[in-house]
């Protein structure tokens, strides 16, 4: 059998190097992705090798996977989930657990986060029952800062849930003296930012819970994805717990009885000796990968950080490519950080010659692709028009961002043929419009 396997991944290598040949850049034919996966021939061999071995839940390769993970960013535990959107809900929900006793979030509790980002760092805070707090960010690194969080604290403020912006650190290490000073959680959403460094320290390392996503778009992928990570062993037992229905129980879903007291168990009003495979202490969910994913996200992880060399690398040559293009306002990386981009954001001067549409038009027409800054300011998008919510200070950068601001790729497959050719476009539709 071994030999038939030896074989048949052996033809996989082969096959995707058929598959998957090396294409000639053509400007204005070739489309430019704004982001996306960057697959070799040992991820697809990982794929078929785990699919040949049946492993079609969360077994082996999840648990290597966490392991390694957890060690790459410098944190306790790592819990595998199906993506980051479930990672970013099951940190929130993890703060409200009865498990934490006083300290849990309760309804009507403020968790303070930006107006200006993705739908899923702000969701689950109305998930549970919270009330996020919107705080404006500023242009260039599109970051809150750590006085405008300060600002924003209150009487029922518990915790914070900030996303690193397109890889660039927030003052992640000032936000974080803020929350012990006043006794709150902070959640940091490192999805975009796998890599980066705040003051020399990796992001995902400052927070109490930490969230990452392996969609496609992001630093390594399992397709879909995600992971929480912490290095509080209360928290992570909780968001355990919660990914896995709720359960009590720490044995694997295939052992019989790890803990060798399975049957020894008295908890809620539930008989003794009730088996603990099947009492629960919180009302949970199923979020959980599979060693298919798992497995893909073992060979990606062991690349990230050429990827990460090859995000900061493309973005540096569109930065100082652009460097000087009148109306346009170009991002910065905020101040002792060094960020793993996730993408090169352009604000349009809302004093320009031109729009927003109209250079996005003209960059899509050239077959390189834009992206929005996600929701903009998501007090305007009609999901949030009617939802409990407070807002400290004007959200003015945020409504800037929504009106005037896009960003285009730095993935790691792009060329530096590719990126001069969207930095040459950029130059090229502004000269003609100054």
């Known amino acids: 059998m071994s030999d038939i396997k030896a074989r048949i991944l052996d033809q996989v290598r082969d096959y995707h190097l058929a598959a998957e040949p090396d294409r000639a850049f053509e400007p204005g034919v070739s489309e430019i992705w704004p982001s996306g996966a960057v697959l070799g021939p040992e991820d697809r061999v990982a794929l078929v090798e785990a699919a040949l071995d049946m492993r079609i839940a969360a077994g082996r390769d999840s648990r290597r996977f966490e392991t390694r993970f957890a060690r790459y960013m410098k944190r306790r535990k790592a819990h595998l989930v199906n993506s980051g959107s479930s990672a970013n809900l099951l940190a929130m929900t993890a703060l409200t657990s009865p498990h934490l006793e006083d300290r849990r979030l309760r ?67 000032e936000v974080a003296q803020i929350c012990e000073e006043h006794d709150l959680f902070l959640v940091e959403d490192n999805c975009d930012a796998v890599g980066s460094t705040y003051n020399g320290q990796l992001t995902g390392t400052f927070g109490d819970l930490t969230t990452v996503s392996f969609y496609p778009a992001h630093h390594l992928t399992m397709g879909e994805g995600g992971c929480v990570l912490t290095s509080n062993l209360a928290l992570a037992r909780v968001v355990e717990s919660l990914r896995d229905w709720g359960r009590d129980c720490w044995c694997e879903p295939g052992e019989s009885d790890r803990c060798f007291k399975r049957f020894q168990y008295q908890l809620g009003t539930l008989p003794a000796g009730y088996d603990h495979k099947y009492i629960y202490s919180h009302v949970g969910y199923n979020l959980k990968a599979t060693d298919l994913q798992a497995a893909l996200g073992l060979t990606q992880l062991a690349k990230v950080d050429d990827f990460t060399a090859a995000r900061r690398h493309n973005w540096q040559r569109l930065r100082e490519a652009l460097d000087g293009v009148p109306w346009l306002i170009l991002p910065e990386a905020t101040l002792g950080s060094e960020p793993s981009w996730f993408g090169f954001v352009l604000t349009v001067d809302p004093e320009a010659p031109f729009t927003r549409r109209e250079l996005v038009n003209f960059l899509e027409d050239r077959r390189i692709g834009t992206r929005n800054l996600f929701a903009g300011n998501l007090t305007r998008q009609p999901a949030y028009v009617d939802v409990p919510h407070r807002i400290v200070g004007d959200l003015h950068n945020s409504d800037v961002i929504t009106e005037q601001t896009f960003w285009i790729g730095v993935y790691p497959g792009l060329t530096d043929e590719m990126t001069d050719y969207m930095a040459a476009s950029v130059r090229e539709f502004v000269a003609a419009r100054g």
């Open 107 to 173: 309804p009507g509790d403020e968790v303070i986060t930006v107006a200006a980002g993705f739908p899923t760092t702000v969701n689950p805070i109305l998930q549970n029952g919270l009330v996020p707090v919107f705080v404006d960010v500023d242009l260039k690194t599109y970051n809150t800062t750590a006085d405008r969080i300060k600002a924003a604290v209150g009487p029922r403020t518990r915790a914070v849930m900030v996303a690193h912006a397109l890889g660039n650190p927030f003052e992640a290490a």
